[in-house]
């Protein structure tokens, strides 16, 4: 079973801008190589350095019981999904998903979560306040170090039940 981590952003740009910016940061960080553009991002993915598979979509409008927005009162317009690779240290994928999302959330505006399967919640950011997960597991000091934007700790849930 693949581990797969969801950032659902409500943003007034389209997928297609998204993923131009996360190139860009892609690009900069030197997760992805020339192969990888905005383009492919959201046309059919691409894999970072580590093999981490990434594709940005349009979401369609979804339901009404939608976890993230029974939960946080947001409606996702565009996704980005993080597939990690397989016989890779997921520890180091997921540095890089931080590596790629921190820098993203200064690049793209609007709320957006970023979780697991909606049951683990990494990240939030809600009327432009940025909230990371308490738990020390998923932010070590090193993944805390990459994040530049102001920030509290708070631990959001999902009830998916």
């Given at each position: 079973m693949a581990i797969e981590y969801d950032l659902d952003c409500a943003t007034p740009?389209?997928?297609k801008e998204v993923a131009a910016r996360l190139e860009e940061v892609g690009r900069e960080t030197g997760l992805f190589d020339a192969s990888v553009t905005g383009e492919r991002l959201v046309e059919e993915g691409a894999a970072t350095r580590l093999g981490t598979w990434i594709r940005v979509v349009t979401?369609?409008?979804?339901?009404?019981?939608?976890?993230v927005v029974t939960a946080f009162g947001f409606t996702p317009t565009v996704t980005v999904g993080f597939r990690m690779a397989k016989g890779v240290e997921v520890a180091d994928q997921q540095d890089d998903m931080i590596r790629l999302v921190a820098p993203l959330l200064a690049r793209v505006e609007g709320d957006v979560v970023l979780h697991f399967q909606f049951e683990v919640v990494w990240l939030l950011r809600k009327d432009g306040e940025l909230s990371l997960s308490?738990?020390?597991?998923?932010?070590?000091?090193?993944?805390?170090?990459l994040v530049a934007q102001p920030h509290r700790?708070?631990?959001?849930?999902?009830?998916?039940?």
């Open positions: 740009v389209s997928a979401e369609r409008p979804p339901q009404p019981w939608h976890p308490e738990r020390e597991d998923i932010w070590p000091p090193r993944r805390l170090a700790r708070q631990t959001h849930s999902m009830d998916v039940d």
